[in-house]
């Protein structure tokens, strides 16, 4: 029981601190790496993409009518994002890219 309560305690303080941090997705040629659901991004927490890739690539973010290049080693921060958008999944991905193959992503905003 005692060793329950503290792997619970570790994953809520895991959480915690995930929700002070930036989101970071990861251009990596022809690929958003976790730009996959699997942590809502809440209010205050900007998304930055990283490319680490070999290429140049674009994000593009329809409903926030963002497109911007990012170069190999370069990222582009997008502030608060969750405080931009409502609720809800938002497609993102890379105009260069996107229709040889298919390179795109979802992210999740929280509700508060």
Do not use: W
């Not at 895991?14 to 941090?21: G, I, K, S, T």
């Not at 990222?75 to 193959?101: K, M, N, S, T, W």
Request: glycine share 8%; hydrophobic share 50%.
């Amino acid at each position: 029981m005692f060793a329950a309560a503290v792997a619970s305690l570790v994953l809520a303080s895991a959480f915690l601190v995930e929700e002070d941090r930036p989101y970071v997705v990861t251009a990596i040629d022809y690929h958003f790496h976790d730009a996959h659901p699997t942590l809502p991004i809440g209010p205050g927490r900007d998304l930055i993409v990283r490319n680490q890739g070999r290429n140049v690539h674009n994000v593009t973010i329809p409903a926030l009518g963002i497109s911007r290049d990012v170069r190999p080693g370069e990222q582009v921060v997008i502030g608060a994002i969750a405080d931009r958008l409502a609720p809800g999944r938002y497609e993102l991905f890379c105009q260069i890219h996107l229709a040889a193959f298919g390179m795109k992503g979802v992210i999740i905003i929280a509700s508060e």
